[in-house]
């Protein structure tokens, strides 16, 4: 599987971006699906989660309200829709995924991901 992340940017804070994590060579059926970040001099962390299926996701508490993740099944796609962007959103964005649903003890170790998408730089200026 081959992930392709896009839609990052530059943005003021309030703002709004959409991002998206293309699949190629695959599906993503039976997959979880997750965006993680990592800023300058940071850890990458977790920021959300979806189980293919959709029936399941999570949020790190920091983006819980303002960030929503979905998925087009059609499309192969899985989006992280981000409002009222803040700057300590500020990072590099990846997608991942893993070719399994994970318990929620996983979902949030990026160690628990087989596939990883290139990063997409979200700025968000205050």
């Known amino acids: 599987v081959q992930l392709q992340a896009s839609g990052g940017g530059l943005v003021q804070a309030g703002g709004s971006l959409n991002l998206s994590c293309t699949a190629s060579g695959r599906t993503f059926s039976g997959f979880a699906v997750s965006w993680f970040r990592q800023a300058v001099g940071k850890e990458r962390e977790f920021v959300a989660s979806i189980r293919w299926s959709g029936d399941n996701t999570h949020y790190a508490d920091s983006v819980k309200g303002r960030f929503s993740i979905s998925r087009d099944i059609a499309k192969k796609t899985v989006y992280l829709q981000m409002n009222s962007l803040e700057p300590e959103d500020t990072a590099v964005y990846y997608c991942?995924?893993?070719?399994?649903?994970?318990?929620?003890?996983?979902?949030?170790?990026?160690?628990?991901?087989?596939?990883w998408g290139q990063g997409t730089q979200v700025t968000v200026s205050s």
């Open positions: 991942a995924a893993a070719p399994r649903s994970l318990i929620a003890s996983l979902i949030r170790l990026p160690s628990s991901y087989t596939y």
